[in-house]
């Protein structure tokens, strides 16, 4: 049993934390929120009512917070938890954020003996609830071993991407692609729909067929054609635009730091924010579909 404080537990990192205490930690947690952290009281979790009491108790912390200004502000402000941290610590940052970022809060704990890795999540509230989230992490080879077994009582897949970012930058390159692939599995369902096809058809003959990829598999944008997906149930659950417009803001930051071509994360970047922008930011991203639908 170890000695586990939880920072933000919102929407992911309500149920991580919960897996954490299945797992028989010691879970100390803290959120601007009471009833957050009152939910996780009820599951035996000790609420704080301050971050830097509940990390000070911790041999790791874990943090899942909206942005990067959260984080940073988070660990490195004048009451930030690095002040109250013990030195040997380890430090998980599950938020997405930016790599630089992740790469400051690093440095500024290892240069007070602590240790550091990003480990954003692929999965959604579904997987954080089944404890079936992908981890993808940035850290040495023993920072990534010393996380591991937690990250495993979170998730399924953990992956050690490279040093310090290499998590933050493996998930906006798999979250720019989705984003690519949903969108044009849209546009050429849409297509199809325009020249009298069935979706359903359709989406037989593209999943047997060179267009094949996971949006067709598991999680097709149109209507009906499958079951327990969030466009047959009006777009709800999931994964919402705002986040995935989030995340392709971050991927295209991570271009031009890095000097790369990315034409279709840049133009998905602006299909998202668009659509965010005419009211459909609570909906699953899926819900791109209805973008490319013709009027009546
Ligand atoms: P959320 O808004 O539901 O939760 C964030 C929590 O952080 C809230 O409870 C909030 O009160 C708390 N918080 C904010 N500032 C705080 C502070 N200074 N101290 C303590 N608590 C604070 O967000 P979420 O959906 O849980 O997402 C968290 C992170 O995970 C984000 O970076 C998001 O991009 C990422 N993510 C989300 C999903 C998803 O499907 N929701 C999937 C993958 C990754």
Avoid at 157 to 170: K, L, T, W
Avoid at 208 to 227: F, Q
């Amino acid at each position: 049993m170890t000695a586990i404080a939880f920072i933000g537990l919102g929407n992911m990192g309500g149920p991580m934390a919960a897996n954490l205490l299945k797992a028989g930690h010691q879970v100390h947690v803290f959120d601007l929120s009471a009833d957050a952290m009152n939910a996780l009281v009820e599951q035996g979790a000790t609420a704080h009512q301050d971050a830097g009491d509940c990390a000070a108790l911790a041999e790791v912390v874990v943090t899942m917070l909206p942005a990067g200004k959260h984080v940073e502000t988070c660990y490195l402000s004048e009451n930030g938890i690095i002040n109250s941290m013990q030195a040997g610590t380890l430090a998980i940052d599950s938020s997405t954020i930016d790599k630089a970022t992740a790469v400051k809060v690093a440095a500024a704990l290892q240069a007070k003996g602590m240790e550091f890795v990003d480990a954003p999540v692929s999965g959604g509230v579904a997987g954080a609830a089944a404890g079936t989230l992908s981890f993808m992490v940035g850290g040495s080879d023993a920072e990534f071993n010393r996380a591991k077994p937690f990250l495993e009582a979170m998730g399924k897949n953990i992956f050690h991407a490279g040093g310090h970012g290499a998590g933050q930058v493996a998930k906006v390159c798999n979250n720019m692609l989705l984003s690519i692939l949903m969108a044009g599995t849209a546009e050429a369902l849409q297509l199809g729909i325009n020249n009298d096809l069935d979706p359903k058809v359709l989406s037989e003959i593209m999943l047997k067929s060179s267009g094949r990829n996971w949006t067709l598999e598991l999680y097709n944008p149109c209507p009906d054609v499958m079951d327990n997906v969030p466009s047959s149930n009006e777009y709800q659950g999931g994964f919402m635009v705002d986040l995935m417009a989030k995340d392709l803001g971050l991927a295209m930051d991570c271009a031009v730091q890095s000097q790369s071509t990315t034409p279709m994360g840049a133009l998905s970047r602006n299909l998202f924010s668009l659509h965010a922008g005419q009211g459909n930011g609570k909906l699953d991203f899926s819900s791109i579909f209805k973008m490319y639908a013709k009027e009546d």
